[in-house]
């Protein structure tokens, strides 16, 4: 008897047994994943002068530090534009009543 014979082809069932997901695989998995989430938190979280600490994340650390940078220039420039648009906008409505004003008193 073929140990994938139990995997025949019907309803909901498949013929490899890799595809199905059985709960000794599915705990293989979260495990799998709890390991290398717990390697990249160490090896972002890392000083730079350790030795141990591979190029790759030097590079991507200083690509995310490069990105942050970015974010917030980014973010300082959107409020300095907004707060310009809106002394603006203001200006344009005082300076258009005071033409009112000057216009309504010198009649």
């Keep these: 008897m073929s140990p994938y014979s139990r995997f ?9 047994p890799w595809i199905t997901p059985t709960p000794r695989r599915a705990s ?6 709890k ?5 990249i938190r160490r ?3 890392a000083p730079e002068e350790e030795p141990s600490m591979p190029k790759a ?3 991507m650390r200083a690509d995310f530090q490069h990105l942050r940078r970015w974010r917030k ?12 648009v809106i002394t603006i906008i203001v200006a344009g409505f ?4 005071w033409l009112g004003v000057k216009a309504m008193l010198g009649k």
């Design 73 to 84: 220039s980014v973010e300082q420039a959107q409020g300095f534009t907004f707060k310009a």
């Design 57 to 59: 994340v030097t590079e």
């Design 35 to 39: 390991v290398r989430t717990k390697t």
């Design 94 to 97: 005082l300076g258009a009543v």
């Design 8 to 16: 025949a082809h019907g309803a909901g069932q498949t013929i490899s």
């Design 43 to 45: 090896n972002v979280a």
């Design 28 to 33: 293989m998995r979260r495990r799998l994943g």
